[in-house]
């Protein structure tokens, strides 16, 4: 793992692919750790690539791997540790049978819950093996756990903390003398492996803990984070979100919408109002995008068109996939909805104010103080917009701005993030009824 880890970084190669935003953070302390040969615990909040990170580990072993024939602990043909391979080798020599395991089989994962036993990671009698006839003294009769089976490879735990205190005390051995006891049995598996465990931090989490003697024994603590800025959270959008191929629509999110699904999860996590020992996941950026483009994708398939564009007024669906990712501090009758509302108006004016330069909206509000108004909503449709660009003195500076096209589809979102970006900053007034929206001049 060492020798492939130097290989990388050595050919300008990143140690973990797929992962966004730790270049300069993160991942400069992952290999650190990997070249001094350390076990490795990522302490973070919830959705910030932990898991992934550790999976992704795997692509730093070797792709295949001799191992003795049968061997339930993958063991390596010229020192075996296991009753079994070692007994093979007595009888067989150089004929021993060997078999090849990829790199995707040297890898262990277990989720930390409280039920989880020391046989489930270390091993245990197989009654099973003691009912065909072997004594109890045999070390054939013994089960592995996951640990000594993910030998020579990497094992991960996930959320340290649930595992029960005395079940973690288990692991000291394997950490620190780099072997298992299992009951009575005097055996000694000086098993190789990497471990790799996740946590939350011990201020946030109330179900456990950590041991000191276990927390000693990692070598090596990295803190993961959140995206440090917008861009980096719409990165990991365009990488994560899904998306769906349907011969009949074509859809198309315009930047400026990505960038406000983004800078409601930065803005999210800088509210005093809402519990960020908790966090904001990432996760929750990718939701709302993708909540953000099913709504739109609806409102087009009502409206019978083909091309789909998140608009403004699509932001209001968006509170389900918010709702379930934050915690709110105070909530009173109302109030989590409120702060989610005051968090969506502040991404769309922060967007707004990043993207239109304030000398094309002279001509704009000038038209709106002249008594022109305009209605939006779920249920306007592209081409109603469309019509009434000519009406908007200054618009097609403002979409040159904004790096969109001119398909109806297109013009209605930005004319819709245009118009509520103008309320916003107190140029026009705006008369909300239902799903529906009438802007106006302020006079």
């Given amino acids: 793992m060492r020798a492939n880890a130097i290989a990388r970084l050595r050919e300008g190669r990143p140690l973990v692919e797929g992962v966004v935003g730790y270049d300069d953070t993160v991942m400069p302390q992952i290999a650190n750790a990997i070249l001094a040969g350390h076990d490795v615990i990522l302490l973070g909040e919830r959705g910030q690539a932990k898991t992934r990170i550790i999976r992704s580990m795997v692509a730093l072993l070797d792709e295949y791997m001799p191992v003795v024939a049968g061997s339930e602990i993958n063991d390596d043909p010229f020192h075996p540790i296991s009753a079994h391979a070692r007994h093979l080798l007595a009888d067989r020599g150089e004929d021993t049978p060997i078999e090849w395991v990829h790199r995707s089989r040297r890898f262990g994962e277990k989720l930390a819950t409280p039920d989880t036993s020391i046989a489930d990671l270390i091993g245990e009698v197989d009654p099973i093996k003691v009912a065909e006839g072997r004594y109890l003294s045999?070390?054939?009769?013994?089960?592995?756990?996951?640990?000594?089976?993910?030998?020579?490879?990497?094992?991960?735990?996930?959320?340290?903390?649930?595992?029960?205190?005395?079940?973690?005390?288990?692991?000291?051995?394997?950490?620190?003398?780099?072997?298992?006891?299992?009951?009575?049995?005097?055996?000694?598996?000086?098993?190789?492996?990497?471990?790799?465990?996740?946590?939350?931090?011990?201020?946030?989490?109330?179900?456990?803990?950590?041991?000191?003697?276990?927390?000693?024994?990692?070598?090596?603590?990295?803190?993961?984070?959140?995206?440090?800025?917008?861009?980096?959270e719409v990165a990991i959008v365009d990488q994560e979100a899904r998306g769906f191929v349907d011969d009949d629509l074509n859809v198309n999110v315009p930047g400026f919408m990505k960038e406000i699904v983004g800078e409601i999860s930065q803005l999210a996590r800088r509210s005093p109002h809402v519990n960020q020992r908790s966090g904001v996941s990432a996760r929750m950026s990718i939701a709302n995008y993708e909540t953000l483009v099913a709504n739109a994708t609806r409102r087009a398939l009502q409206n019978g068109e083909r091309e789909v564009v998140p608009r403004v007024s699509d932001l209001e669906a968006i509170a389900a996939s918010t709702a379930g990712k934050v915690e709110i501090e105070t909530i009173d009758d109302g109030r989590e909805e409120q702060v989610l509302d005051r968090i969506v108006k502040a991404a769309v004016l922060e967007t707004f104010r990043s993207r239109v330069r304030p000398e094309h909206l002279g001509p704009l509000v000038q038209a709106f103080e002249g008594g022109l108004t305009v209605n939006t909503g779920e249920d306007v449709p592209s081409s109603e917009y469309a019509g009434r660009l000519a009406e908007l003195p200054g618009l097609s500076g403002v979409l040159s701005d904004l790096g969109v096209g001119e398909s109806p589809a297109t013009v209605a979102s930005a004319m819709e993030f245009v118009l509520e970006g103008m309320h916003l900053t107190k140029r026009l007034n705006k008369d909300a009824i239902g799903g529906r929206a009438v802007y106006r001049g302020r006079g």
């Fill in 138 to 232: 045999d070390e054939l009769t013994i089960h592995y756990g996951l640990v000594p089976r993910t030998n020579r490879g990497i094992f991960a735990i996930n959320e340290l903390p649930d595992l029960a205190e005395r079940i973690q005390v288990g692991l000291l051995n394997v950490l620190e003398e780099r072997d298992v006891q299992i009951r009575g049995y005097k055996i000694q598996l000086p098993i190789d492996l990497v471990l790799f465990a996740s946590a939350n931090p011990e201020d946030y989490t109330n179900r456990g803990r950590i041991i000191t003697p276990l927390k000693d024994r990692f070598g090596s603590q990295v803190r993961t984070h959140y995206p440090l800025d917008t861009e980096l």
